[in-house]
Each structure stands twice: as structure tokens, then as C-alpha cells.
């Protein structure tokens, strides 16, 4: 390709509406361009990138047994409701009607469209496994699409499905696709992580996330020092930091504390560490009737220790808490504690309530919570002599960096990703909901155990940019460069002889299946090599009057701070040693 009968649009500064650097640098390097919020045009350049990310993953899934299709992204609303997910979805599934009043919605993802594939064309055992996917674009209404690709609306996925016979057998796919996975990471060039995850809207009980790793990544990423143990932070176990509960050394003891309502304050009143204090936390669960009016509230106290976070998705886990809360309201705190929020604890309870406790705070002696009268906090508090043992101990808190790991190997530590890819174990969580079967070696029906696996093509682009990027732009690995190799002559459109130099080794790299660009606009060097350096192609040749004289070429890799000699002579094979693809 000839820069000449290229669209390059680059600009010196970002629009004001971009937060974040992949964003910045999209923009200003033409990538893509602003339609509506959260909605992109993706530009030759940015398509250019997205046509190798998705030609790696099209060889990698082919590769591992899977089958493309394509599934529409318009969906009748009839296979959302078979499985319940047209109300739970909410407002981020978007919902239309036909001229006929007929319900559809806009997909973000296939499950209910993939299954009712199945459910018609896999009738038995012997057709068993398969893994169909497909690479599309998506579309989730986002409240506030951010980021720029990073969070938009408008999206491109591959996702996809595999069905199996049984548990084992659906274990083995799961296998096989994060086997699949991290050969396409591999093959990205980047540097990431699978980490155990929370399965969360999609379901099922098995998971793992693939995060580029970056700092300015969304999600927390916590791994050990000592072993291979990774997890997002919703689901890293976090152990007891008390290995065993000590004999009570205090006597209970009400002291004033009068505007000191968080545990921080109130350690720091007392001169004692924060993490003798315990932190109170107030949930509530409804019972519903028949007509779906409450008419039960049970509340529940949940105590993680004062220098630590409640984990909302590990109480969602939690026996009673599994099937939905809330935070309780404030008359609701007010008739059990009969005081507000700041000064609560477990202490002279008005009413009988649900005690969690976190397996710190279990293992605690002689802690400090709220007196349920404001202005005061009480000391010396021991399970068994001053309160009932607790209704339930659980893991309900964040880990911290420097936590034990859970494998008894090393430390936890923590850093920022972004999330890129999940595969899920799914089960028959959809094959059930929407009646899927298949008949097995006695001819009796049994429902398909299912996997789902995810890649977000487009989030991939910005992804790496976070990841690889410096201040004159971005830094793209070789397998997802838009172009691999640009030629920068110098006086292209007024030297002859550069410019029989130029075309002759385009003409060469071309041949050697080079994915080569030639700058022949005739742009002053500082202006062209501005540009290249902001687009980000890692591999740049300038060729200058000078150097042909001295039959030399310079050579600059985007991450070297110099430039190299190359012999004229010797510059293509230089160059495909120096390629990664």
C-alpha cells in the first residue's frame, strides 16, 4: 500500500471528549471517528487492526475443532423470554419493535439464538461435541458509554458455544477453548493474565477471564508471589489473617466517641490499630407474596474488619443472601440498631437478626464496633462471652495486597487489567430454560451441558494501546501493527534516485509477503516520521539521498531510542530478522 492512496488523517491533539490514552491516540491517528455516544466509525487504519485481530482468532478457533457462523444481530424477543433474560437483562439490552408490533432486541450476545440452533440440528450423542462461533458485532446500551471503544455501545465479538454430552465431557471443551485462548494472547503479543472470575449475568459455575495487563486497566488483578494463583478481585479467596481465636484479654467497655463515626476515626481516637476495629454493614432480603408485595424484611449485620472491604459478589454467594439484596434502608437500621449508621455493632440488638462474619472477624478477640447509641463504640467485644456466635462465617471481604495467598504459597499482590476474554462453564443453565435436548445411547432425552467463550475484538485495539504506547503515540506489537514495516524516503516526489530506491525495496518486501506501506506524499521528515511514530508501526526504514550515496538505509524499531545502519544491499533480510510475523 502507497500512503498516497491511503485515508491518513492524523491530528495533533485529541478531542476533549477523550478520557483515556487509547482513545487520545485513536482519534488523533484517524483510527476511528465519533458517530454518537459510544458509537464509532472504524477508519482503514483501525480496521486494519481488526481484520489481523480477527484473523488470529479465526486460525486459533478452526484450529481447536470450533465452526464459524453467523448468528443475526437482530433477535426476536421470543428466546430472550424463554429464558428470563428480556426482564433480567434490563436497560442494557436494547428493545425494538417491527412495523408488526413484534418484540426484538438488538444482541450483545447469542446464548438463547445458539441454543435454539442446537435444540434443532443436534438431535443425538453421536453429533456430540460441537462448538460453533462466529465473529459480530454487538450492541449493549450502555447508562455511559466511556472510553471510547474501551466502553461503547456498538462493539465487535467472537463469541462461542460448545455442547457436550455430559459434565466431563463439557469440562474437556472448556479445556480445550482456554488452551485456544492463550494461544491467541500468545500470539497478540501481549502481556496478560487468565485469572479466575465470577461468571456473574452470563452464569454457570466455572470461569476464567484473559486481562491485559495495564495501569490504567478497570478491574483488579490479584495473583501470588509464590505460585501460579490468579484471580479478579470479586472472586481471589481471601483466608483468615487470625489462624486461631485467642482468650479474651479485655473487659467490655463503652467509651465516647462522639463524632467519630468510621472505624479509621475511631482507632485513630483510641491510639489503637484499625485492625482491632470492626466494620458493620446492613443488608436487607425481601420476602415476596404471591402478588410480589414484601411481606418479610429480613435484615441482615455483616462485619468485615475495619481496614477491610465488603466483596458484594462474594455475598451474593453467601446461604440467604444468594437470591438477591439490599442495603437496608434507614428506618429499617434505625428499628433494629435504634440508631444511625456510623455507631452500629452487634451489641443490645433491639431485634433478632442474621450475623455474617467475615473469617477474620471471626477468629477476632477483644475488637471494637459501634454501641448502637450515637457518639459511642465499645471495647473489648469477644464472640461467646459478650455475643451469640455468628448465624454465619464466610468470605466476604477484598483481599489485600500482602494477604496469604489461598494455595498457602506466597503473597497476594495486586494490579490493574483489562478484560479482553472470558470463557464460562454455562452447564444446562440454557439448554433446560429452553428445553435443548438431545437423545443419548438409550434413547432418552438429556439436556446439552453448554460453554460459552468471549473475545472482544474491538476492546482488544484499545487494550493494547494502554498497554504499548509512549508520549509521541502508540507502540503496536507486529501481529496487530496496521502496517508492519513503513518506508520513509525523503524527497520521494523530487529525487530520482530515492524514489527508484524506495519503490525498488517496496516492490522486494512486498514479494517476501512484507506487510509494507510507502510513504510517497513527500512530507518533510519530521512531519512523516510524526505521523508513523503517533500510528504506532513498529518497524520504520528511512531512505535519504545521503545514505543511498553511502549505500546505507537507517533502520528504527518504535521502541529503539536510535536509529541503525543498514547495508542497502542487505536491508530485506535484515528486516524479516528483525519481524516477529
Known sequence: MKASQFLISTLKEAPADAEIVSHQLMMRAGMIKRLGAGIYDYMPLGLRVIRKIEAIVREEMNRAGAMELL???????????????WEKMGPELLRLKDRHERDFVIQPTSEEVVTDIARQELRSYKQLPKNLYQIQTKFRDERRPRFGIMRGREFIMKDAYSFDRDEAAAGESYKTMYAAYSRIFDRFGLTYRAVAADSGAIGGDRSHEFQVIADTGEDAIVYSTGSDYAANIEKAEAVSLITQR?????????????????????????????????????LATDELDEHGNVKKVQVWLLLVRGDHD?????????????????FASLSEIEAVFGCKPGYLGPVGLKQPIKIVADRTVANMTDFICGANEEGFHITGINWGRDIPEPDA????????????????????????GIEVGHVFYLGTKYSKAMNATYLDENGKPQFFEMGCYGIGITRIMGAAIEQNHDDKGMIWPDTLAPFTVVLCPIGYDRNESVRQQADALYSALQKEGVDVLLDDRGERPGAMFADWELIGVPHRVVISERGIKENQLEYQGRRDLEATKVDLNTITTFLKGRLSV
Open 393 to 416: 462465617v464466610a468470605d466476604i471481604r477484598n483481599v489485600v495486597a500482602g494477604d496469604p495467598s489461598p494455595d498457602g504459597a506466597g503473597e497476594l499482590a495486586i494490579q490493574r
Open 246 to 282: 485467642g482468650a479474651p484479654a479485655e473487659k467490655m467497655t463503652k467509651v465516647p466517641t462522639h463524632g467519630k463515626s468510621t472505624c479509621e476515626a475511631v482507632a485513630e481516637l483510641l491510639n489503637l490499630p484499625l485492625s482491632r476495629t470492626v466494620k458493620s454493614l446492613v
Open 71 to 85: 448468528m443475526p444481530v437482530v433477535q426476536p424477543a421470543e428466546l430472550w423470554q424463554e429464558t428470563g433474560r
Open 310 to 326: 465488603m466483596n458484594e459478589v462474594k455475598v451474593s454467594k453467601v446461604a440467604g443472601l444468594d437470591q438477591g439484596f439490599r
